[in-house]
């Protein structure tokens, strides 16, 4: 299995969760249907899109520091990467700012939750990292 299907996969169970533990949050259901279609059109640009704007936080979720859910990951604090980007900030079928926002959430979620959401972050950030050391350096 590719690094990418990896990444995928696991993205997409993310997203399956995100709307179980969220059913009245229309924004998980409308990123999950848009990311399927992205998955198949074009699946490498996801894991790249998550390695250009969230691996930069990897030392905050490696060592699960809260504040990137509550801080660190609002959509205020993602604009100067979102403007870096003209075409993740035109494009609405990335949406990770509202997606990965939690803030509204985290406080509420019990532990098992939690912990789920930050092994997802860790394989995620982690598939990402190996896929940059792969193709990046080419």
Known sequence: MS??????????????????????D????????????????????????????????????????????????????LKNVYKKNEDLNNNKYIPLKEVLNLTEYWDNMNDINKEAVWKYFKILTLLSEKWALTNLNK
């Open 3 to 24: 690094l990418v299907t990896a990444f995928n996969n696991q993205m997409s169970n993310f997203m399956n969760d995100l709307c179980y533990l969220f059913p009245n």
């Open 26 to 77: 229309k924004k998980f259901m409308i990123f999950e249907q848009k990311f399927e279609i992205l998955r198949k059109a074009n699946p490498a640009l996801i894991i790249k899109k998550y390695f250009q704007h969230i691996y930069q936080f990897k030392e905050s979720i490696m060592s699960k520091d809260e504040a990137f859910f509550k801080d660190k990951i609002k959509p205020n604090n």
